[in-house]
């Protein structure tokens, strides 16, 4: 079940319509901190997460009549938000990384290697996983983040962040290997004790 019941939700959707700002209010506030933890994770720093935030409720509340009912009203808001947080990416200009073809055909295969060093994600508080997905180049934590938190496909991602299907695995793939690295040492000491 949503934060909602369908009819509040509804008269909530409604009172945002007609500018009620305690309907805007209570929308705002009931979603802040989940949607504040998804601008981190595509941000350089908490005022550039606040201002995209900022900009995705103005989005939601001037494109409000477009929520139609169809889905979840709160998964509707994150798609806005997400989508803003791209828009801030692109803004920023950044520069994906390019990949030699040779190494691209290979990236995307999961190899038994990474496949177990994947596992060390299960022995790392997920606060630890997201200050080191926070280090990642722009570009790197941007397609992580598309790809595993948002469960986009590299198509889409390509097409999103305008770069090609290789570079999206290319940078999914360093932003693993970087991640891993920075890791390693943290499973390393909780094994000894």
Not at 27 to 47: A, E, N, Q
Not at 167 to 193: F, G, I, Y
């Amino acid at each position: 079940m949503g934060l909602w019941h369908k009819h509040e939700e509804m008269q909530l959707v409604e009172g945002c319509i007609n500018q009620s700002r305690k309907s805007q209010e209570e929308v705002f506030s009931k979603l802040y901190g989940r949607l504040y933890s998804i601008c981190m994770r595509y941000s350089d720093d908490p005022d550039e997460a606040k201002d995209v935030l900022q900009n995705g409720f103005i989005k939601v509340f001037k494109g409000i009549e477009n929520y139609k009912g169809d889905g979840s009203f709160e998964g509707w808001i994150k798609r806005i938000v997400v989508n803003t947080a791209i828009d801030n990416y692109r803004r920023k200009k950044v520069k994906p990384v390019i990949t030699d073809s040779d190494l691209t055909d290979k990236i995307g295969q999961t190899t038994a290697e990474e496949e177990e060093s994947d596992s060390i994600y299960n022995q790392v508080p997920v606060s630890v996983i997201t200050e080191s997905v926070q280090r990642l180049s722009p570009a790197y934590r941007t397609v992580f983040n598309l790809y595993v938190m948002e469960g986009h496909n590299h198509n889409e991602i390509a097409e999103m962040l305008d770069i090609s299907v290789g570079t999206s695995k290319s940078n999914l793939s360093k932003a693993r290997l970087n991640l891993r690295k920075m890791l390693q040492p943290l499973v390393d000491r909780l094994s000894q004790e």
